[in-house]
């Protein structure tokens, strides 16, 4: 990714002993603290955000995929699906494992 | 070389395993299933996972009524990785083959469209998209493949092993 200017901010008030255990966070991070914060939270919005079950989109764009499921033609597996299938295939054992 | 951003896509990865995994299991939000390898040293370590769930894709603005076919029923595939330890061996292309033949299997019982994924970063998305998958409309940030065509790849290449001939709609 190319690199971006940070133009947001954000402050915010910590209690000393909670600004304490960040640092100490960051430090045992290796990171300063504003790059702890920054990190730890992005981390943390992420991991919610994969969870959600439910995408929402214009109506247009729901349109368009309801008409894609529709499409009678079967779309061509990827140049790297087909190999994956095949060796996937090939390595099955009776039991279930593949090696 | 290892940028920042797979260094917190990597964390992202094994607080899931370590610390929410099992939670959503039992509670039923997702699945996980994690892969280990029977002939290592150390038979019970996990060398990958993934979790996946059910859901759905709507439109942003519903009506008060909401009828079936203003809901999409999807499953997404939240999470696949693979140990740093055995990566570039081919195992995530595996797990992910292996995810697809039970996801097809689930999908002859229970009504599901397509699978649904979000990609770490530029190159787990080329690797979907090599695969096959397509960006959402005006979403190119997921990734879809519809169930039908994966039964027709897994029918088509996967030596009658993978998958029944018998096929049901949808």
Known sequence: ?????????????????????????????????TDFMVTSSIARARELLRDERIISMSQAA???????LADPETRRAGPRAA????????SLREDGTFG | ???????????????????????????GISRTFVLRDDQAEEPQRVVGYYSASAG????????????????IPVVFLQRLAIDKDFQHRGLGTKLLVHFLVSLVRVADDIG????????????????????????????PSHLYVRIRDVRAWLLAH???????TGMRSP
């Open chain 2, 112 to 139: 599901v469209y397509a699978l649904v994924l979000e990609p770490l970063n530029a190159r787990v998305d080329a690797f979907y998209r090599q695969f096959g998958l397509f960006p959402l409309p005006e979403d």
């Open chain 2, 56 to 71: 759905h894709l709507q439109p942003r603005e519903l009506p008060k009524v909401v009828s079936e076919q203003m809901t």
């Open chain 1, 1 to 33: 990714m190319a690199p971006e200017t940070r133009t947001e901010q954000v402050s915010l008030r910590l209690l000393p002993q909670v600004k304490d255990i960040l640092k100490q966070g960051a430090s045992a991070a290796g990171q300063t603290l």
């Open chain 1, 83 to 90: 190999h994956a299938i095949k060796e996937y295939a090939a």
């Open chain 1, 62 to 68: 729901f349109d368009a995929f309801s008409a894609s």
């Open chain 2, 1 to 27: 070389m290892v940028s920042p951003e797979d260094r917190e896509a990597a964390a992202e990865m094994n607080i899931f395993l370590r610390r929410h995994a099992l939670d959503q299991a039992k509670t």
């Open chain 2, 158 to 164: 996967g030596h009658g092993r993978l998958c029944d």
